[in-house]
């Protein structure tokens, strides 16, 4: 008896597979992180409940915020708003303040409204320049991948308040 054939059709010895084309477009916009005040745009869902490395601060390690936060074009909070990276960021550093960032950067203005991209990865705040990767995306940013480059434009270590540059390089179909 002939062993089983699992993938019998799915390639052709007749037609080449043909990748769709890529496309690298380019994002400059504004994240504001804020943690402090009657309105913040990042709550702390969980904390750990036993003394840990930053305990004293707003973002201690172990702690887990959520997060709706604007995007904006220019470095105000009263600039065109065009987005929010809606998802979770983690304090995991136990030697200096860092992050691991889940979100959905999601656009809701211009040319990619309705379209997003995913970032999952390390964000060291206390590097002014630092760089996170894009993993997936949706809408016009289909089966995404890249890399955003992050400068700090403003942050306040007492109220754990920051506004971020970010410049997203984006590989899409």
């Not at 997060?67 to 809606?86: C, F, H, K, R, W």
């Not at 995991?92 to 959905?104: E, H, K, N, R």
């Not at 999601?106 to 999952?120: A, P």
């Not at 306040?156 to 971020?164: K, L, M, P, W, Y």
């Amino acid at each position: 008896m002939a062993p089983p054939v699992f993938c019998q059709y799915y390639y052709s010895d007749s037609q080449p597979y043909v990748p769709a084309p890529e496309k690298v477009t380019n994002l400059h916009f504004f994240l504001h992180d804020t943690i402090s005040g009657k309105n913040p745009f990042a709550v702390m869902v969980a904390r750990p409940n036993v003394t840990t490395a930053f305990n004293g601060t707003t973002s201690p390690f172990g702690s887990v915020f959520a997060t709706d936060d604007p995007l904006t074009v220019g470095p105000e909070l009263t600039s065109e708003v065009i987005g929010n990276a809606q998802g979770l960021w983690v304090s995991t550093g136990q030697d200096i303040v860092s992050l691991v960032v889940y979100w959905d950067l999601g656009f809701t203005q211009g040319e990619f409204n309705g379209s997003s991209i995913s970032v999952f990865s390390r964000n060291p705040i206390t590097q002014t320049e630092r760089e996170l990767a894009v993993v997936g995306g949706r809408g016009k940013f289909r089966m995404a991948k890249g890399f955003a480059h992050l400068k700090t434009y403003f942050v306040n270590f007492t109220s754990g308040d920051a506004i971020v540059e970010y410049n997203v390089t984006v590989i899409h179909q």
